[in-house]
């Protein structure tokens, strides 16, 4: 069974929400993408990233191969503007198929795993031996890139030079997968996180509530979105 919260927030030095996300527990898919592009280009470019990698796993596409073509959708776009400016946007997903699931993020929107009242990033260029998780339920990170660009995102980076990270594993009963923009992580420490996703006794609407309120609280600077889901 899956239970899951959401919420999105423009934050308190933003005028407009560039952030958006996805989550349906009937289709087993959890997204959230940060535009970029100032304006209205941001909210278009995280709209149009949400929208096409949602209606291509509708349509069964494999996960990578979906972002893959909301990246070249967004370059597309961009192209076919005259003013030159980028339209792109981070992302992280979960796609979750009977005990399975898959992860892929581009850019600086991150996964994290809660198990075993461990919380362990998953969307990261290296592992520290204290965070890896082992055993055969646990997720597989794929390698990734030495060092991707601050500005590696979609629509943004080169067409072959897009590093999709990714995730696999079989979900395991008290697992909590956190989806969020930076505009969390950037206010709001790993160590704050895990406190709040601990928490039993809230619901995970609530735990994503309390998780927004802490992102505002410490000042809000950028649009903060999350999502988050736990398996029993």
């Known amino acids: 069974m899956i239970e899951f919260g959401h919420a999105t927030h423009a934050g308190l030095r933003r005028v407009r929400n560039e952030d958006t996300y996805y989550a349906d527990a009937g289709s087993g898919l959890f997204l959230v993408a940060d535009g970029m592009g ?24 494999e996960l990578g191969e979906a972002i893959r073509c909301a990246h070249r959708r967004l370059h597309e776009w961009s192209l076919s503007c005259r003013d030159g400016l980028p339209r792109g946007a981070s992302l992280a997903a979960l ?31 290296t592992t520290t031996p204290e965070a890896r998780p082992t055993g055969r339920n646990s997720p597989r990170p794929a390698p990734a890139a030495a060092s991707a660009p601050a500005t590696h995102a979609l629509g943004v980076t080169g067409l072959q030079e897009l590093h999709i990270g990714s995730a696999s594993g079989r979900t395991q009963r008290g697992d909590s997968f956190l989806l969020c923009t930076d505009g969390l992580t950037e206010e709001v420490s790993e160590t704050q996180l895990g406190h709040v ?34 398996f029993s």
């Not at 005990?99 to 969307?123: K, N, P, T």
């Not at 609407?205 to 889901?229: F, I, K, P, R, S």
């Open 197 to 230: 996703l601990r928490r039993q006794d809230l619901a995970a609407q609530e735990c994503v509530e309390h998780l927004l309120l802490q992102a505002l609280e410490h000042g809000g600077h950028d649009n903060v979105t999350a999502v988050l889901t736990r």
């Open 95 to 125: 796609q979750v198929r009977d005990e399975g699931y898959e992860l892929a993020w581009v850019g600086d929107c991150r996964v994290y795993l809660w198990r075993g009242g461990q919380l362990i990033r998953i969307s990261q260029t």
């Open 38 to 61: 100032g304006r209205h280009r941001g909210e278009a470019a995280s709209a149009m990233a949400r929208e096409v990698v949602v209606d291509l796993l509708q349509r069964n596409q």
